[in-house]
């Protein structure tokens, strides 16, 4: 009997999970690899990683790195040297890392260094902008892995350009989406709007959590601002990452914020029950990458408060507006989507349910 291939996927941060949940169904339903979990515990608050194993029905991780908070140097460090002592007792042939956290290419560049194949989904993403940790994540993990599964026809354009073999790349979809898809019927018969008496689309959707957002005291005071301006054209509920909240606990700023009535705030919310509100809002303003795409197969508006984006094809189908920071921008292109003043738009290629599916396809042909 032949010995069966050992897949490790890497998993540390809330992105991660939707990723790599349809990858493990992917891969046990075919037979034809071993998989493992690894999780780093890059976050480690149960509502940013342990309900997403429930959720989503995966395993219990098969190790646990305990890595932690930190800056981005010792967390990055933490979790290589951890990862150095129990790669060799797994013995994985391939691991597998996803997105552009610090356990994406701390993962990688252990691997890569004991001679361990990696694969990296989410591959050819670029914001362009170097200012962000996330780009450096990106283009270092890129530039030393092994099989590269792109999402977006512009991540095959921008990995040739940086000279990575064609070879090793593959346009394969996003397999955020196939989570998607796999829990619509559980998407549906969620009950938040019902819990926080939000009827129809009368409601704004934020999320923000980028340093540049929220790490800045003027900032993230006109943030706050804004949110209050939104609340002239509905509610708006604002489920808060830690770190937003940290900072608006540091700048005092917290009151200016929850003396609204408007403002629905709650902790981070599970998958189903944030997607269940994506789907039934009116807009979605966010800085997060993934919602960006989640938006876009949903087809609700999005107004990313960036001067940039790493998936330009949510604006070239229609879905998402590029808005800048600035309030009166913002403000405009919110105004005009209550007046149902909205661009047509469309589902990208690809993004169909199926992109496990054919990640699992060129790792056996590649493998085995």
Not at 38 to 48: A, F, P, R, S
Not at 159 to 180: H, P, R, W, Y
């Amino acid at each position: 009997m032949i010995k069966k291939k050992k897949i490790l996927s890497i998993v540390g941060a809330r992105p991660n999970f939707m990723k790599v949940a349809p990858l493990h169904r992917a891969i046990i339903k075919s037979g034809l690899f071993e998989h493992s979990i690894l999780h780093t515990n890059q976050h480690y608050d149960d509502l940013m990683s342990k309900i997403f194993f429930k959720e989503f029905g995966l395993p219990k991780p098969k190790i646990n790195l305990h890595s932690g908070s930190s800056s981005h140097a010792v967390q990055t460090a933490t979790i290589m040297v951890e990862f150095e002592k129990v790669l060799p007792k797994l013995k994985p042939d391939l691991i597998v890392v996803v997105g552009d956290v610090n356990s994406t290419v701390a993962c990688s560049l252990v691997a890569k260094k004991l001679g361990i194949s990696v694969a990296h989904i989410e591959s050819g993403l670029r914001s362009f902008d170097r200012t962000m940790p996330e780009e450096i994540n990106r283009i270092v993990t890129d530039s030393i892995s092994d099989y590269l599964f792109v999402s977006e026809e512009s991540g095959m354009i921008n990995l040739k350009k940086e000279g990575i073999s064609k070879e090793k790349t593959f346009f394969v979809g996003n397999i955020m989406i196939d989570t998607l898809v796999s829990l619509q019927k559980e998407i549906d018969k969620s009950e938040i709007k019902e819990k926080y008496k939000l009827n129809g689309s009368d409601f704004i959707l934020v999320t923000m959590h980028r340093p540049s957002n929220v790490d800045n005291k003027n900032k993230l005071g006109e943030i706050i601002k804004l949110l209050n301006e939104f609340t002239n054209y509905g509610k708006v509920f604002f489920p808060i990452h830690p770190r937003t909240r940290k900072m608006l606990e540091n700048y005092n700023l917290f009151k200016k914020l929850s003396s609204n009535k408007k403002i629905i705030i709650t902790n981070p919310l599970g998958y189903i029950d944030f997607i269940s509100l994506t789907k039934n809002c009116k807009v979605v303003v966010t800085d997060s990458g993934g919602i960006q795409e989640e938006s876009t197969f949903l087809k609700v508006p999005c107004i990313t408060m960036r001067e940039n984006t790493e998936r330009p094809i949510t604006i070239k189908v229609g879905s998402n507006i590029l808005a800048g920071t600035n309030s009166k921008n913002i403000i405009d292109h919110v105004e005009k989507i209550f007046k149902n003043n909205i661009k047509s738009s469309k589902i990208p290629k690809y993004w169909d349910g199926n992109t496990a599916t054919r990640i699992v396809h060129h790792l056996n042909e590649k493998l085995n």
